[in-house]
Nanobody
Framework: VQLQAYGGGLVQPGGSLRLSCVAS????????MYWLRQVPGKGLERVSG????????HYEDFVKGRFTISRDNVKTTLYLQMDNLQSEDTAMYFC????????RGQGTLVTVSS
């Protein structure tokens, strides 16, 4: 099983980034997927989740209205569109097959700073 997130970077407050997570080694199209993030020194927190078909999406309150999760089951790729980024969104972002993030792969760093 491999989950490789990419697309992070440095962005100014109010800016946007689109994260991608390429999945392989399991039945992606039948698996709910999640984005999580971790600030250094703090615990892992769930950001968003999406059902296997993409019809149901969940967002934590701190990203609701700013982030959009989506998936492409043909490309076995999970996405996170992040708009109106704020400094508190600075973190390492991971994708995972479970809500706790135990299955997370390599993350991508998002830094929001002016």
């Amino acid at each position: 099983v491999q989950l490789q997130a990419y697309g992070g970077g440095l962005v100014q407050p109010g800016g946007s980034l689109r994260l991608s997570c390429v999945a392989s080694g399991f039945n992606f199209r039948s698996t709910p997927m999640y984005w999580l993030r971790q600030v250094p020194g703090k615990g892992l927190e769930r950001v968003s989740g999406i059902s296997s078909a993409g019809s149901t999406k969940h967002y934590e309150d701190f990203v609701k209205g700013r982030f959009t999760i989506s998936r492409d089951n043909v490309k076995t790729t999970l996405y996170l569109q992040m708009d109106n980024l704020q400094s508190e969104d600075t973190a390492m972002y991971f994708c995972a097959r479970d809500e706790r993030g135990d299955s997370r792969g390599q993350g991508t760093l998002v830094t929001v700073s002016s």
